[in-house]
């Protein structure tokens, strides 16, 4: 990007704020849904690529789809894992292409206890017209 203005100062789009939020969570439980669903296709779609990820300090970027391998979620069915459940899903910066999430969310054994809990800050964007996941931190 050149236009260092729009980089710093988007332009809006005249949508209101909550209507953009709506939107992006919208994403997110549908990335969610299809993740309860163990459908990597379904998550993927959700997704916008490049997809940066941070867990920690290290930094992996997800060039195209289809980068979790087929078994991802035995390790967590052999945990007891049955489904995650958002506790929250906290806007915390909004523009009209884009909504930083502060996520909290937890993985629940099929009686419904917490098997773990995850506090992470999640970026949704809208690119050509549709939102995806574009960033997530752990």
């Given at each position: 990007m050149?236009?260092?203005?729009k980089?710093?100062?988007?332009?809006g789009?005249?949508?209101?704020t909550?209507?953009?939020?709506a939107?992006?969570?919208a994403?997110?439980?549908?990335f969610?849904?299809?993740?309860?669903?163990?459908?990597?296709?379904g998550?993927d779609a959700?997704?916008?690529?490049?997809?940066?990820?941070?867990s920690?300090?290290?930094?992996v970027?997800?060039?195209?789809?289809g980068?979790?391998p087929a078994?991802?979620?035995?390790?967590?069915?052999?945990?007891?894992?049955?489904?995650?459940?958002?506790?929250?899903?906290?806007?915390?910066?909004?523009?009209p292409?884009?909504?930083?999430f502060?996520?909290r969310?937890?993985?629940?054994?099929?009686d419904?206890?917490?098997l773990?809990?995850?506090d992470?800050?999640?970026?949704?964007?809208r690119i050509?017209?549709?939102?995806?996941?574009?960033?997530?931190s752990?």
């Open positions: 050149t236009d260092y203005a980089l710093f100062h988007p332009a789009t005249g949508e209101a909550d209507a953009i939020v939107t992006a969570e994403c997110l439980d549908a969610t849904t299809c993740f309860n669903n163990r459908d990597l296709v998550m959700h997704l916008h690529f490049s997809h940066i990820l941070f920690g300090a290290e930094c970027v997800w060039e195209r789809p980068q979790l078994d991802f979620f035995d390790n967590l069915v052999a945990s007891g894992w049955e489904k995650t459940v958002y506790e929250t899903k906290e806007p915390m910066l909004v523009s292409d884009k909504v930083h502060r996520v969310y937890t993985r629940r054994a099929a419904g206890s917490i773990t809990e995850h992470n800050v999640w970026f949704v964007t050509d017209n549709r939102w995806g996941i574009a960033l997530r752990y």
